[in-house]
Every structure is written in structure tokens, then in C-alpha cells.
């Protein structure tokens, strides 16, 4: 357990910094249950999210901008998600760059939605930022603040080990539900 800690202070900020770049959510959760624990700095998970979350949507808007044909067979399976987000932007505006970052499978597909629009890099940055920097400060400082409720959860899960899987099962079967439903064809 101590060599963990002691690559946690090591590798931790990188792997955090890596993870947000595609997400992030349950690295910044981590992190901050961590930084409760003292382990990592609160402060510095939060930043290193924020700015990694904001490169990492920025990356995928510029990318799906300039180089549409060559993504596009590999969006190929995703076409009914990626319509989905296109009708989502259609639908929210701007608030979509924000309510997405809570949404898993929406995070990667919004912004290469919105960089195939004639959308404005810019006005989309501006809004990222923003967005990043909400979305780290309520991942990282709610997790930060339940970290002795997930330490507590943590310990009752290793008495019965056999919880943690079905709850994991249940989220994956409830996400993989909401995409069916909402890109199912209508008519």
C-alpha cells in the first residue's frame, strides 16, 4: 500500500492530466477523494483538470474542423451518437459545451459535432474554458468534500466485494440504455 502512495505522488498529477484530456470525471473524482486524504493537493488536481479537460475538447473540435473526411470512417459506428449531439447542440446552444462534460459518451462526440458545424473556434473556446473550469471545480471539490463518505463506502465494498460489480454493471446497462433509446429510429 505504501509503494502505491508513493507512485500516486510520483505519476498521480500525469495520470490525471492524461486521463482528463478524454474525460477525466473519474480521475478528477479520485483525485479529489485523494486530496481529502491528503495524498494530493486539492488545488492542483483541480487545475491540472481543467486545463487538461479544456486542450482535450479543443483537440477534438480542431480535429473534426480540418480533417473531416479522415474521421469520418472512424465515427462510423457512431453516426445515430454523433447525430444525437448535433440535435442536442441543436437544441441547448452553448449550454451543451457545459452539461456534456457531466454526460459520459456525450464528452468526446459534442465537440467533433460542433467542429464539423461552421461553428466559431473561438466563441467554442471561450465557452470550454469556462465549462472546464465549472466542471473541475464541482468534480473535484464535491469529490474532495465526500471523500470520507467514499472511504467509508470503500471499506463496507470490501466486506462484500461482490457489490461493486453489479453497481458498475448497473451504470454501464443504464448508459448503454439512454443511447439506445434517445438514437433509436423513429417511424
Do not use: H
Given at each position: ?6 507512485n500516486l505522488h ?11 484530456l ?12 485523494l486530496?481529502?486524504?491528503g ?7 483541480i487545475v491540472?483538470?481543467?486545463i487538461?479537460n479544456?486542450i482535450g475538447?479543443?483537440?477534438l473540435f480542431l480535429v473534426?474542423?480540418?480533417n473531416k ?12 451518437n454523433l447525430?444525437?449531439?448535433?440535435i442536442?447542440f441543436r437544441?441547448y446552444?452553448d449550454r ?8 459520459y459518451g456525450?464528452?468526446?462526440?459534442v465537440p467533433?459535432a460542433i467542429g ?7 466563441k467554442?473556446?471561450?465557452?470550454n ?7 473541475a471545480l464541482?468534480?473535484g471539490?464535491l ?5 470520507d463518505f467514499v472511504r467509508?463506502l470503500?471499506e463496507?465494498i470490501?466486506e462484500?466485494p ?5 453497481i458498475?454493471a448497473?451504470?454501464?446497462?443504464m448508459?448503454?440504455?439512454y443511447?439506445?433509446?434517445?438514437t433509436?429510429?423513429?417511424?
Open positions: 500500500m505504501e509503494s502505491m502512495f508513493a510520483t505519476w498521480g498529477y500525469l495520470i490525471l492530466f492524461l486521463y482528463s478524454g474525460g477525466g470525471f473519474l480521475a478528477l473524482a479520485a483525485a479529489g477523494v486530496s481529502s486524504a495524498e494530493l493537493n486539492i488545488v492542483l488536481c491540472i483538470a481543467c487538461s479544456f475538447d479543443s483537440g473534426s474542423r480540418y473526411k479522415e474521421i469520418m470512417p472512424y465515427l462510423r459506428k457512431q453516426r445515430r447525430a444525437l449531439a448535433q442536442l437544441k446552444g451543451i459545451i457545459l452539461i456534456k462534460k457531466f454526460i456525450l464528452k468526446t462526440l467533433i464539423i458545424t461552421k461553428y466559431s473556434f473561438l467554442f473556446s471561450v465557452i474554458a469556462v465549462s472546464s473550469l465549472i466542471w464541482v468534480v471539490l469529490s474532495y468534500y465526500a471523500g467509508g470503500y463496507r470490501k462484500a461482490w457489490i461493486a460489480p453489479l458498475l448497473a451504470i454501464a446497462a448508459i448503454v440504455a443511447f439506445r433509446f434517445a433509436r429510429k423513429r417511424g
